[in-house]
């Protein structure tokens, strides 16, 4: 199969517009550059190139484990079974475009919520299963209250402009731990209540939930859009 490009004018490359687009349809957000191409036969006429970050590397070796990271995120399975997942508290994922000032960053709520619910379909279902024992999953926010402050409030995503209530971490460390239950949507409520209690907020202030457990419809809808 072949494919033919058309150069257009360069006038008519509107990168700002296609980085909007991408950012707000985009999730989890991936990285991207923008290139431009002079068509040497057409003056004035080339082509955009985007070039996107693969959204996960290849899995690595790492200490007798398997590793899956990239710039963004990790999730660690390791020799004994456990598993470390982790995601920054940045605009490039768990505050995706929820930045308001440089010295703060907001969580993003369907962002916040996907993620743990992913998380756990995975662990509850597939790994706790194979594995015999009791076992616990924990929750640890690191440096969320300093210099830079995270912030989260309740209800859904503010629209724009970002107002309503919003509070502020109240440590920079905060780690907490509960027996794992076996349940994808009820460890992925308990998850993001250790989280909102960083905050001063109850779980229930989550909309993404219904009688203590993730909904998973009310995430999928979300997260479409």
């Not at 550059?33 to 290849?58: K, M, N, Q």
């Not at 004994?80 to 940045?90: F, G, L, Q, W, Y």
């Not at 349940?183 to 250790?194: G, I, L, N, V, Y």
């Amino acid at each position: 199969m072949v494919t033919a490009l058309t150069a257009f004018p360069e006038e008519h490359a509107k990168v700002q517009s296609c980085r909007d687009v991408i950012t707000e349809h985009d999730h989890p957000p991936v990285a991207t550059t923008f290139s431009w191409y002079d068509e040497p036969a057409e003056e004035g006429h080339g082509y955009l190139v985007i070039d996107v970050e693969p959204l996960l590397r290849a899995p690595k070796a790492h200490e007798g484990g398997l590793l899956l990271s990239d710039s963004r995120r990790a999730i660690w399975v390791r020799p004994d079974a456990s598993v470390i997942a982790a995601a920054v508290a940045t605009d490039s994922m768990l505050c995706h475009a929820m930045s308001q000032r440089a010295e703060s960053a907001r969580l993003n709520v369907i962002t916040l919520s996907e993620m743990n619910l992913e998380y756990f379909r995975w662990v509850d279902r597939f790994l706790l299963p194979s594995a015999e024992g009791r076992w616990e999953h924990r929750v640890t926010a690191d440096r969320f209250a300093g210099k830079e402050l995270c912030l989260l409030g309740p209800g859904h995503n503010p629209q724009f402009p970002m107002i309503g209530l919003q509070n502020q971490a109240s440590a920079g460390l905060w780690d907490r731990a509960w027996p794992a239950t076996g349940s994808p949507e009820t460890d992925a409520f308990k998850s993001p209540s250790r989280i909102y209690g960083l905050f001063g907020l109850a779980a229930s202030q989550n909309p993404y939930t219904t009688d203590a457990r993730a909904d998973t419809e009310k995430v999928r809808a979300a997260v479409q859009g």
